[in-house]
């Protein structure tokens, strides 16, 4: 799945350079502009600094949310009936679909970074650090496009599918501490950040390139990977509906 998923790439890069204009706007824009009024206290991580990790899983999301477009189109196409036929299990067909979403999280991160160093963002320039990060990102990405095949398995028409994905994005965004540390929203919106994967991932990829500070990498490499496992399992088990 991970090999198709790179010659899809190879032929056609388009897509991918079209969805890195959305978190480059946040970070030229949004994270300038928000930097000079110097309102949101970030215990003195320059704010563009602070919402790089934030740009940069929202648009790994986008890309893995919306990945299930994909899978309706296979199966309007007939694809996924053979897939199923296949001598593999259906969980293992689900996780190599939500893995390879992984592969665009990352090539979409390489394009991101290099613009952010260009604005002016001061990473931690540690190798073992940012391939973590980068591994994280691609983790994460395989629960978010998990979560993509089982709402295609539900919402079986493109339009119906579009109306969903833009529905889970933005709430899983703006609740969490990608623009904005979790003490400054109201106490109802912290419970639910509490439960947020991004949340983790975020805090995450923040302390292994920005600040160095690897305090709650365990408990937070932790929560991914309850999330991934939950949303393979919850996946693969609705997979067969979305052809029936």
Do not use: C
Request: aromatic content about 12%; hydrophobic content about 55%; glycine content about 6%.
């Amino acid at each position: 799945m991970i090999e198709l998923e790179l010659r899809r790439l190879k032929h056609d890069r388009t897509e991918m350079y079209t969805r890195a204009v959305q978190p480059i706007l946040w970070l030229a824009v949004y994270g300038t502009v928000m930097g000079n009024v110097r309102a949101i206290p970030t215990d003195g991580i320059p704010y563009l600094d602070y919402i790089t990790p934030g740009v940069l899983l929202q648009s790994t999301i986008f890309v893995s949310v919306f990945y299930g477009l994909t899978i309706v189109w296979e199966r309007e196409t007939g694809i996924l009936k053979k897939l199923l036929v296949a001598p593999a299990s259906r969980y293992a067909t689900v996780i190599g679909r939500s893995i390879a979403s992984g592969v665009r999280a990352v090539v979409q991160a390489f394009i991101i970074i290099p613009v952010a160093m260009l604005l002016g963002v001061r990473f931690v320039l540690n190798p073992l650090y940012f391939f973590t990060a980068f591994l994280i990102l691609f983790f994460v990405s395989g629960g978010f496009a998990a979560i993509s095949i089982f709402v295609a398995s539900v919402m079986k028409t493109r339009e119906r599918f579009m109306g969903i994905g833009q529905a889970l994005i933005m709430p899983l965004f703006f609740v969490s501490n990608a623009l904005y540390p979790i003490k400054l929203m109201p106490q109802i919106l912290q419970y639910f950040a509490v439960f947020n994967p991004l949340t983790y991932a975020i805090d995450a990829v923040r302390g292994l390139v920005i600040t160095g500070d690897l305090t709650n990498l365990a408990l937070d490499i932790a929560a991914i990977a309850i999330f991934d496992i939950i949303m393979f399992t919850v996946a693969s088990i609705s997979f067969r509906k979305i052809i029936e």
